[in-house]
């Protein structure tokens, strides 16, 4: 129990930003019109692509001679960035087509 | 300074990303909401490359080349990729991206723990051990929930592009079950006891299998539904990166589009009338012999010539035309809108009902439709199409199966039964494009093909269309 209660006040910060961003996650596409639902997935893909910030944390701090994680860590900036910059071109792509004929 | 100037970024970038999926989910706004993301993305990307410190050493990063490299290789293959893509495959893509994304936060994982467990064996006491738990335990945590991610994601798109066949066993449920309980007791045990290495490529492995037999069995109508929900998944994964850094942009990324991909996974479902429970676990394939469902052909059908299909719509007043999957396989989307512009030039009303899961993912119609420039106010969702077959002379329905089955509102026993389906039976007259008497994703067989008002005109959608486009307009 002491456990548990010393990791959340230790923690606090994160477990505040948890728990409001899984509100604003929710409230903010609430209303979503399902002509939207593709490309509000294929954006949201996108958006997780932040995970690539992490790779490059990871490839950035790795010893120039522990050639695993360079190896590892080089794979996951390219994947990443597949992610983040894919994600982004297609949903534009998708988005484009519906504002031509505004 | 300088790290301070990061923290701004960091900011700046997590405000757009909750304004960019905002923005996004409002037509007007939706290109440049994902604009806007794009940009705090860019930032957040440059400002960790230049102006990221270790929180302890305050060291710098290195291996300049190495980033720079990988960023432009992926940006370049991305780019091309999400260039040259058809749109018929655009959830194929959009799932491909998933996965790339949930193998990074994998490698992220195993990168990481490698470098702990070095420092572990070479000196590492019991304090220093208790003192990483809770990070080794996130490790675990994004190690099983990426990899899932990942080879879900490739499952599903092996799914939509045809190269996987659906596949299942008895017990395959209980069976993922115990993989998953086994993975995560595995990652316990590693919490306990870090310098059991090898446990984390057990977990690897498991999580990986897990993620292919989760979605193997599931029937690829539902394959939107799987997509968005390893989509949330692999936010999650993102988030888990957040805790590992304490880096707030990773964290309010991921846990956002966590919660955004999850209520958008159930309001698909809800699109369809049924529960994730469901989707997941009581997959179409599975039970294909259960209830009336696969009864042989019923009756008879009547099939109609281009030319007479073509005379009666060229002189109906309203026509409504119902777009399916056939359509996007067909590529048959420009020539649609062709026939719909010739059809107006005869004073004939022509707009278009779309189910909310037409195709192969929700909205899918609509992105094909817009591609062939047709008006986005000619574009009826299933309610409003609903109020209008009543007064519609003929519906004309493009390679469109189980959207359209009476079944899923007459037959309890049918396994669409409750799905809200668009009601062309009310339409006067009722023409049916298929390729085939073949039936629909959910493998059921349509009564409405055997209904007197309707009539089958066989062949490839996009064929059809212009041949119909060449009838009308002699007529």
């Known amino acids: 129990m002491d456990n548990i209660l010393n990791f959340i006040s230790a923690n606090q910060q994160i477990i505040y930003i948890v728990i409001l961003m899984i509100f604003v996650g929710i409230e903010v596409i609430g209303r979503v019109p399902s002509v939207l639902h593709t490309p509000l997935m294929s954006g949201a893909n996108a ?9 490059i944390i990871v490839m950035g701090k790795a010893e120039t001679d522990n050639y695993l994680a360079l190896g590892l860590g080089f794979l996951a900036v390219i994947l990443g960035t597949l992610n983040v910059v894919g994600g982004f071109v297609v949903t534009d792509r998708m988005l484009e087509m519906f504002k031509k004929k505004n | 300074m300088e790290f301070n100037i990061l923290t701004l970024c960091y900011l700046i970038a997590s405000v757009t990303f909750i304004l960019g999926l ?32 270790d929180i302890e050493s305050g060291e710098r990063l290195h291996n300049y080349g190495w980033i720079f490299g990988g960023l432009l290789i992926g940006a370049i293959v991305g780019t091309l990729a999400a260039k040259k893509v058809k749109m018929t495959a655009m959830p194929e893509m959009v799932s491909l991206f998933n996965g790339m994304g949930g193998a990074c936060a994998a490698l992220i994982s195993l990168v990481e723990f490698n470098h702990l467990s070095k420092e572990i064996s070479s000196g590492g006491n019991n304090e220093f051990i208790a003192a990483h738990q809770s990070t080794i335990l996130i490790i675990a945590l994004g190690l099983i929930i990426g990899s899932i991610s990942f080879s879900g994601s490739m499952i599903a798109w092996g799914k939509l592009n045809g190269k996987v066949k659906d596949f299942s066993f008895t017990g395959q449920n209980i069976l993922n079950l115990i993989l998953l309980a086994i993975a995560l007791s595995a990652g316990v045990w590693l919490v306990v006891d870090p310098v059991q290495g090898y446990l984390l490529y057990i977990i690897l492995a498991l999580s990986l299998l897990y993620g292919i037999l989760f979605v193997m069995p599931i029937g690829g109508a539902d394959m939107p539904v799987v997509i968005s929900l390893l989509n949330s998944f692999t936010g999650v994964a993102a988030a888990f990166g957040g805790f590992l850094y304490d880096n707030k942009v990773m964290l309010t990324g991921g846990i956002l589009v966590g919660a955004a991909g999850t209520l958008l996974t159930i309001l698909m ?19 294909k012999s259960g209830g009336g469902a696969a009864a042989g052909p019923q009756g008879a059908y009547k099939e109609i010539s281009v030319s007479d299909a073509a005379m009666v719509m ?14 996007a396989v067909a590529q048959a ?3 649609c809108h062709e026939l719909e512009k010739i059809l107006n030039e005869k004073g004939v009303e022509v707009v278009y009902a779309i189910h ?10 609509n992105v094909l439709l817009a591609e062939a420039d047709v008006a986005y106010e000619k574009l009826e969702e299933m309610e409003q199409a609903n109020e209008q077959f009543k007064t519609t002379d003929v519906v004309l329905i493009l390679g469109a199966n189980d959207v359209v089955n009476p079944a899923a509102k007459t037959d ?37 093909f055997f209904q007197p008002k309707t009539s089958m005109l066989f062949g490839d959608a996009k064929k059809v269309l212009q041949e119909l486009c060449a009838e009308v307009k002699i007529i």
């Open chain 2, 333 to 335: 989307q420009h020539v």
């Open chain 2, 412 to 448: 309890p026993s049918s396994p669409i039964y409750g799905m809200p389906i668009l009601e062309v039976e009310q339409a006067k007259t009722v023409i049916v494009n298929k390729r085939s008497m073949k039936p629909g994703y959910a493998g059921i067989e349509n009564d409405l």
């Open chain 1, 47 to 55: 958006i997780h692509g932040v995970v690539i910030i992490g790779a």
């Open chain 2, 22 to 53: 905002k923005m996004l989910s409002n037509p007007a706004s939706a290109r440049k909401g994902n604009l806007v993301a794009a940009f705090g993305m860019g930032l957040a990307i440059f400002g960790t490359i230049f102006l990221y410190r």
């Open chain 2, 356 to 365: 909310p899961v037409a195709g192969r993912m929700p909205g899918h119609m």
């Open chain 2, 269 to 287: 479902c809800k699109a369809m009338n049924r529960s994730l429970l469901n989707v997941l676990v009581g997959s179409f394939g599975g039970n």
């Open chain 2, 314 to 327: 060229a002189y109906a007043n309203k026509v409504i035309i119902v777009p399916g999957y056939g359509l």
